[in-house]
């Protein structure tokens, strides 16, 4: 891998804090930092990158310290799991122009990528998300893609910005997307067709209400995607005082980070971001530590990732044999995690839910089976 500190800010957060200020149960006193001497990339699991660039919100914005602030309170959280490697690069340096910036974060991340990391990229507004795309794009590799979002980012502009850049990302040729999930639109922000076409092309689409009825359902979504991107604007003002420009409507912040613990236990999930979050309008750094927040639960998930048997260990496993419309299937639950698998006509098992079983038990066809089976023809 090559030497990628040129493409960060000299100085680290870490550098600015008193040493011995973190107990040692504390992250901060944990988690390794590219400006230390003792640094290496190869021991790390997951791997911290901030960008701070707000260009693709607002052409006149200033850079953002927001990837600051949420180590701030980051690093006062504890570690609960010794063994975890986590490595803080610091903060992607800003570029002259805004494309001078997705390039120097792309390559980063491609890096990383490349060497096999899981990345959480603290950003910054939305568009980065097509970075994270970009690094999957370069290697030639198809992926499913989760965004949570209030909006759907699919405006027809001259310029990519943070509301039009899922045009790019899902028809741009060529194009590795081979499906997408968005999860938590907000109906009445949502342009009716739009959605209309974008299920025609079999991709998933959960309102807000759909998934906070059922929460547990994005587990096996977000288990089978590649790539998953947060905006916070998906979180309710009251429990996001960021969200100046939000909704009174959205997740919870024990929501939020159930959905990035269900990131953090997927085994195809290599790159995480969280992005809109703007320190300017953040009263008492709340949103700040729901974001850190955020993170030591998509770890905590990582953890769980590592303990998961495989498949073919069927001894790991309960068989549940179920008819449902003349299907004869069979569901698999993990003793390890008690997560699901559902086997489909091709013979193929794909992740599920609790809920999709006892549909099945009921006699009645579980809307995910409907989706993967149209996704086979």
Request: proline share 4%; with cysteine.
């Amino acid at each position: 891998m090559q030497d990628l500190r040129p493409f960060f800010e000299d100085e680290h957060f870490i550098e600015s804090k008193a040493p011995g200020i973190y107990q040692p149960l504390q992250w901060g006193a944990n988690i390794q930092c590219v400006t230390q001497d003792n640094f290496d990339w190869d021991e790390a699991d997951i791997v911290l990158v901030g960008c701070g660039e707000w260009r693709g919100e607002n052409p006149a914005a200033e850079w953002s310290e927001g990837p600051n602030a949420i180590r701030e309170q980051l690093y006062k959280l504890y570690n609960w799991h010794p063994a975890m490697r986590i490595a803080d690069a610091g903060n992607v340096r800003q570029g002259q122009s805004l494309q001078d910036t997705r390039a120097a974060l792309r390559e980063v991340l491609f890096e990383l990528h490349q060497a096999g990391k899981i990345v959480i990229v603290l950003g910054g507004s939305h568009d980065l998300t097509l970075e994270q795309y970009e690094v999957f794009r370069r290697s030639e590799q198809m992926i499913n893609a989760s965004v949570a979002d209030m909006l759907i980012d699919l405006d027809e502009t001259e310029d990519v910005n943070s509301h039009s850049f899922l045009m790019n990302m899902l028809t741009e040729q060529p194009n590795f997307i081979g499906h997408y999930n968005h999860i938590g639109f907000q109906s009445y922000y949502a342009h009716p067709r739009m959605v209309e076409t974008l299920d025609k092309l079999r991709f998933d689409f959960f309102r807000l209400g759909k998934v906070r009825e059922h929460m547990e359902d994005m587990e096996p979504v977000l288990r089978t995607s590649n790539l998953f991107s947060f905006d916070m604007s998906a979180i309710r003002y009251s429990d996001a005082p960021v969200n100046v420009h939000g909704s009174p409507n959205g997740f919870t912040g024990d929501e939020a980070c159930m959905l990035t613990r269900y990131a953090g236990m997927s085994n195809s999930l290599t790159s995480f971001g969280i992005y809109g979050y703007d320190t300017r309008n953040d009263i008492h750094r709340m949103t700040a530590r729901l974001i850190s927040q955020m993170i030591w639960y998509f770890i905590d998930g990582y953890q769980v990732r590592r303990s998961e048997a495989r498949l073919t260990e069927r001894d790991e496993f309960i068989s549940f044999h179920v008819s449902f419309t003349d299907n004869d299937t069979v569901f698999l639950k993990s003793k390890r995690t008690n997560r699901w698998w559902m086997k489909l006509p091709n013979q193929l098992f794909v992740p599920c839910s609790y809920n999709d079983y006892l549909l099945a038990s009921k006699d009645e066809i579980p809307e995910r089976w409907l989706r993967e089976q149209e996704r086979l023809l």
